[in-house]
Each structure stands twice: as C-alpha cells, then as structure tokens.
C-alpha cells in the first residue's frame, strides 16, 4: 500500500511547479471558504472589474489612452447602477409587494379549485388527499409569512450591508481597472520564476473565464428584457420581476428554465385562467427559452469549453452548496478550471516491468 501511495505521489507531484499549482489552488479555495463573507465586496469588485475590462481593453485598441477609457467605462457603469437602483428596484420592489398581498387571495382561489376536483373526478381524487393537501398550503403559507416578518424584521442590517457594498464596490472597481498592471506585478513578484505550468492554466482560464461572464452577462440582459418586453406587451402581472427571474435564470444550466416556468404558469393561471390568452403567454415563453438555449447560446458561449451535462450539473450542486449564488454563477468556469489544470497537469508515466 506504500508503495502504491509513493508511486502515485512521485507520478503526479514530482514536478516542482505542479506542487506550488496545487499549493496555489488549496489557498485559493481556502480563503473564499473561510474569508469569503468578509471579503465579499473585494470579490464582487474583482467580478464586476473583470466584465468591463474587455471594454475598456476595446477603447484601448482604439488608441484611447488607458486612463481615459477607465474613466469612460466607470461612468457608464455608475450611470447603469444608477437607472438599476432608481427605476427598476423600485418597479421591482413594488411588484414584489404587490405579490405578497396577493398570495392569501391566490391561495382562496387555489383552495376552492382543489375542492371541486372530487367531485368532478371521484376516482382519481378523494376527499382526504385534499384535505391533506390543504394542510400543506396552509402550512408553506404560514412559513412564507413567517419569512416574509423575519425579512422586514432583518431589513435594517440589510440596509446597511447595502450601503457599504454601493460605496466599497463602486471604488474597488475603479482601483481594479485602474492598477489591473500594477497589482498583476505584485501578485506575480511572490510567484516561483519557474512557472510555465501556472501561466498555461492562467492564461487559458483567463480567456475562458472572461468569454464566460461576459457572455453569461450579455444573456441575462438580453433573455430579461425579451422577456419583460412580451410579458408586458401580453398584460401578465409581475412582468418585471418575472423578467428578473427569467433571466437570472439562465446562470444555472438545464434547471432554472424548469424551475422559473413554475411563478410564470402560476401568476398567468391566476390572472386569465385556462384562456386563450394563457396558451399564448407560454407559447411566446417557450419561443424565448427556444431562441435562447438555440441561438443565444452558440452565439455567445462558441468557444467555450465543452463539460458533459452531468459535469455541469455536478459542478452547480457543487459550488453551489458552498457559495450560493456565485458559486452557481461559476460553476462552468471552475469545472473548466479543473478540467484545464487536469489537461496540463506533468505527469511521469511509470515505467513497464519487464518480464
């Protein structure tokens, strides 16, 4: 058994740059698990410093000068945050409260539905199953309401977490852009010289990685205002926060869609019933998820690195079970992660026994 642990140790950790690679991700990993609440800002920085470098690497390459495009680009995402918190947080919040005071009138009429079914299909539904069934909606109510007052009771440090993320965010996004070359430097100056190994993953992560939030930005955006724009156009309520939905839906492979179509079925079935008008809403739904996973997709992610389904499925479990949204959020880019490092990593083959 040694023996079997000594060969696989020297075949896969032989290399003196595979060790600090290994050494690098442990660390890596180990902080964002232990530091990551606390460091949340600086990493929301970095991610939202990383989305708009390709635009500011863009207006370089149109001979601005490198200041110049920074401060060109930090201003269109303050005026973006800007419209975000003074147009759609308060359409989106209004509509949030709208629903909550709608809910004990949807689940009246829910509960006077289910109460019909035996009658109308006594073979397949009994009175007990709906009873049952009404102790359980009556239950989930309870607790959403239960949540609903612990969330207003637990709205004033919210609000302060809030205003320290729209002040500390913005400025590390700025220093992020701005010293991208100098804290590069830095960080490299505590690396081995010898690491031909760490630059082949970085610099294929860091065009992988890029491609991917860009792009999965540019879907989010693009399904949400599709989507608002034919919900609106249809007259469905909430369209703005199932837009919201809808589109940050996207980030989770195969499941969101499913998952989102459950608040759209039901909010249209509320409001028009089993209607004309309820068949078209969801075919015109169905069209967008189409023309997304069709057209979008391939369009946006043509070069990105192709993992199984199980892989991708694995990975958002994964990641997140340990950092909630962002861990959905890069779930494929850590999977290709892993998946790059495992491609290059050295390793020395054993040699044949000879008879």
């Not at 990383?50 to 303050?78: D, H, S, Y």
């Not at 975000?84 to 829910?110: D, K």
């Not at 490299?188 to 930005?217: C, D, H, S």
């Amino acid at each position: 058994m040694v023996k079997v642990l000594r060969n696989w140790v020297h075949r896969y950790f032989s290399d003196e740059q595979a060790v600090v690679l290994a050494v690098l991700l442990v660390l890596g990993f180990g902080v964002v698990l232990t530091l990551g609440g606390m460091l949340a800002p600086v990493l929301t920085g970095m991610v939202l410093a990383f989305l708009m470098q390709g635009l500011v690497n863009g207006l370089e390459r149109l001979k601005v000068p490198q200041v110049l495009a920074v401060w060109i680009v930090f201003t269109l995402f303050m005026g973006g945050l800007a419209v975000f918190l003074l147009v759609l947080m308060p359409l989106l919040w209004q509509q949030l409260s709208t629903l909550f005071n709608e809910l004990p009138r949807m689940a009246a009429e829910w509960q006077s539905m289910f109460l019909l079914l035996p009658e109308r299909y006594p073979n397949l539904i009994t009175d007990a199953q709906i009873v049952q069934l009404m102790d359980s909606m009556r239950g989930e109510t309870g607790k959403m309401g239960q949540w609903a007052l612990s969330f207003s009771l637990s709205s004033l440090p919210m609000l302060m977490s809030l205003m320290i993320y729209l002040v500390l965010v913005p400025i590390l996004v700025f220093f992020f852009l701005k010293d991208r070359e100098l804290i590069g430097q830095w960080f490299r100056g505590y690396l081995p010289r010898e690491r031909a190994l760490i630059t082949q993953v970085a610099q294929e992560m860091n065009e992988q990685i890029a491609n991917y939030i860009r792009g999965k930005f540019i879907e989010i955006v693009v399904c949400g205002v599709a989507t608002y724009i034919a919900f609106a156009y249809l007259g469905l309520n909430y369209a703005a926060l199932l837009a919201l939905l809808v589109g940050l839906s996207v980030v989770v492979p195969y499941i969101g869609a499913v998952v989102v179509t459950v608040p759209v079925a039901l909010i249209a079935l509320f409001q028009w019933g089993w209607s004309d008008q309820f068949i078209y809403l969801m075919v015109v739904y169905g069209i967008i998820q189409a023309l997304d996973g069709n057209v979008l997709v391939p369009l946006l992610f043509s070069e990105a690195v192709n993992l199984h389904p199980v892989a991708i499925i694995c990975a958002v479990l994964l990641f997140g079970g340990l950092w909630g949204f962002w861990g959905i959020f890069f779930a494929i880019p850590l999977a290709t992660l892993f998946k790059a490092v495992l491609n290059a990593w050295p390793r020395i083959e054993p040699e044949p026994v000879q008879a």
